[in-house]
T-cell receptor
C-alpha cells in the first residue's frame, strides 16, 4: 500500500518569510495529492491539491509542486502570516478501488509575529 | 463545498459503556464514508471505510467488534465504540466521498468528535 512521509515535523518562521513542507510517497500509481490545514480541535481543511498530470499549482500565497519521477511533492507558503500557524498534512490517494487517503505525519507550523 | 456534520461534537463516558457517533452528509449523497482516529499531536489514522449497504472494511489492527460501523443510508454512517476504555479516548473524524466510486473526488471532513472515556 501507499506510504507517505512528511518533513519537517515542526517549522518556525518569521512573519513574511516563506515556509516549505516536503512529502514523499511510495506508490507510483498514486495520482492525487491534497494538502490539509488543521487548527487545534478542528477538522482538516483542504487548502490545495494537485493531480499527477500537473507539475505545479498555485493559489495566491500557496503553491504545490510535484515531482513524479522522484515521488515527492512540496507545499510552499509565501509571505507567511500568524494566521498560517497550524498543523499541515500532506496526503496521497491509494490507487486501488478503496480511494483511501494516506496522510503524512504532519508539520506544525509556527509563524512568529 | 459539500457539508459533513458529526454528532456529538464531544462526549464523556464511563469505562465499559458504548458510544455512538453519527456522520451525516448534509447536501449530497455519499456512497463512501471514512472514519479516522486522531490522537493528540498525531496524524489522522484511517480506521475503516464505510460503504452504503455493505459491511465496512477495517484497517489492519482495528477491531471490528469494538468499533461497529453502520452505513444504512446514503447520508448517514455511524461509528459505535463498544465497551469503551480510557485508551479509546481520541478525536474521531469522519469524511464523505463525493462522486462515483469509479473516480476520485474530494473528501469532505466532518468537524470531529472528541471522546473522553473516564
Amino acid at each position: 500500500g501507499e506510504n507517505v512521509e512528511q518533513h519537517p515535523s515542526t517549522l518556525s518562521v518569521q512573519e513574511g518569510d516563506s515556509a516549505v513542507i516536503k512529502c514523499t510517497y511510495s506508490d507510483s500509481a498514486s495520482n492525487y495529492f491534497p494538502w490539509y490545514k488543521q487548527e487545534l480541535g478542528k477538522r482538516p481543511q483542504l487548502i490545495i491539491d494537485i493531480r499527477s498530470n500537473v507539475g505545479e499549482k498555485k493559489d495566491q500565497r500557496i503553491a504545490v509542486t510535484l515531482n513524479k519521477t522522484a515521488k515527492h511533492f512540496s507545499l510552499h507558503i509565501t509571505e507567511t502570516q500568524p494566521e498560517d500557524s497550524a498543523v499541515y498534512f500532506c496526503a496521497a490517494i491509494q490507487m486501488d478501488s478503496s480511494y483511501k487517503l494516506i496522510f503524512g505525519s504532519g508539520t506544525r507550523l509556527l509563524v512568529r509575529p | 463545498g459539500a457539508v459533513v456534520s458529526q454528532h456529538p461534537s464531544w462526549v464523556i463516558c464511563k469505562s465499559g459503556t458504548s458510544v455512538k457517533i453519527e456522520c451525516r452528509s448534509l447536501d449530497f449523497q455519499a456512497t463512501t464514508m471514512f472514519w479516522y482516529r486522531q490522537f493528540p499531536k498525531q496524524s489522522l489514522m484511517l480506521m475503516a471505510t464505510s460503504n452504503e449497504g455493505s459491511k465496512a472494511t477495517y484497517e489492519q489492527g482495528v477491531e471490528k467488534d469494538k468499533f461497529l460501523i453502520n452505513h444504512a443510508s446514503l447520508t448517514l454512517s455511524t461509528l459505535t465504540v463498544t465497551s469503551a476504555h480510557p485508551e479509546d479516548s481520541s478525536f474521531y473524524i469522519c469524511s464523505a466521498l463525493t462522486g462515483l466510486a469509479s473516480s476520485y473526488n474530494e473528501q469532505f471532513f466532518g468537524p470531529g468528535t472528541r471522546l473522553t472515556v473516564l
